[in-house]
């Protein structure tokens, strides 16, 4: 399977993308039932207390709370404070806060600088807004955004130091998992270096994803190249771009091994997939690469320089995951 593109607008690069990948996952799936039956492909999921929707987990706070503590309550579960970007989505967070017995929701948007912007990423375009009547009036000081109940939900600009009857919605993205027999399968779609990736696997209670056999590569093929995952917002750059695996030979030159705590095993003693010439520890200016990725379409391995950086592939008990099924 080759994986290309033009260098188009995002847009015109994601249909290209979904043509081209009917094909292979017609193929896939025919795989799937007749030789792997043991696998499947899971819904997007979110943590346990977190909700899913619409490539999004949502999760609602404490009562009780100010803006800035909410802010912070989010950053501390690894997402930021909402932000609402359609009607579709507003009113689905208005239907899990019902019955919170709040006042108020505090969301990401706030005013900086004399401009409502979301406080996490200022270059998030003001696409949706959903002000009740004459707000924002920020006329006593009021300088951050929230759902207010006793405006039906609608938009209202409150004071930021406010915290009674006030709680809050975090976001993060929701991610596809696909699991084999072994173990599940998780695709960051953002980039780190082979270390920090790895310290992101063990953060979430797994570790980089070490591939044993051609069942788990059909597993990887179902979660990077799920059409569902590839009309999430970034998924069209993740399906031909490099990823991390935890394969390394850091310990000794030549000598590879998944570098799995509690689980190391020497990669040369069980299934392999390296590409012609691989792994040829040709770095650039003569550095060692000594860390594993594997590419999209052909699912082969490479070495590379371990400081490089791109997504990643955790694996995870099945343990670890709790489903969150769209509703
Ligand atoms: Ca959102
Ligand atoms: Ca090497
Ligand atoms: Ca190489």
């Known amino acids: 399977m080759k994986v290309s593109f033009d260098a188009k607008t995002k847009t015109e690069a994601f249909s290209l993308n979904q043509k081209k990948m009917l094909q292979p996952l017609v193929f896939v799936v025919a795989i799937a ?19 899913y929707f ?10 009780g709370v100010d803006f800035s503590d909410a802010e ?3 950053i501390d ?15 689905y967070i208005k239907s899990i806060v019902q019955d919170t017995g709040a006042k108020g929701v505090w969301f990401g948007l706030a005013l900086k600088y004399g401009d409502w912007e979301y406080v996490h990423d200022w270059r998030f375009p003001l696409t949706f807004l959903n002000w ?7 006329s006593s000081g009021a300088g951050c955004g929230a759902l207010y109940k006793p405006l039906g939900w609608a ?13 809050y919605v975090c976001e993060k993205r929701a991610f596809l998992h696909a699991c084999a027999s072994r173990t599940c399968f998780k695709l960051l779609d953002y980039r780190k270096s082979y270390a ?6 063990k953060g979430r209670g797994g570790s980089l994803a070490s591939i044993r056999s051609e069942e788990e590569i059909n597993a990887v093929k179902d979660t990077v190249f799920s059409s569902r995952f590839l009309s999430s917002p970034d998924g069209w750059k993740v399906g031909r771009s490099d990823i991390w695996l935890a394969g390394s030979d850091s310990g000794s030159e030549g000598v ?6 509690g689980q190391r095993q020497k990669i040369s003693d069980g299934f392999s997939n390296w590409m012609d010439n691989e792994p040829n520890n040709a770095g650039p200016s003569g550095r060692d690469e000594n860390c594993m990725i594997m590419r999209p379409g052909s699912w082969e391995w490479n070495d590379i320089m371990c400081d490089s950086s791109t997504y990643f592939l955790c694996e995870l008990s099945e343990q670890v995951l709790i489903a969150i099924t769209d509703s």
């Open 54 to 63: 619409k490539y999004s987990c949502y999760y609602i706070g404490d009562v």
């Open 132 to 138: 009740a009547k004459n707000e924002p009036d920020t």
């Open 33 to 51: 039932f007749v030789t792997v039956t043991a696998d499947r492909i899971d819904e997007f999921m979110c943590p346990k207390g977190w909700r």
């Open 196 to 201: 920090n990736a790895k310290a992101d696997c």
């Open 77 to 91: 579960l690894d997402s930021e404070l909402a932000a609402i970007s359609s009607k579709e989505e507003h009113n």
């Open 155 to 167: 938009w209202k600009a409150e004071r930021c130091g406010t915290s009674t009857g006030m709680t």
């Open 72 to 74: 912070m309550s989010c």
């Open 256 to 261: 590879w091994y998944w570098d799995i705590e």
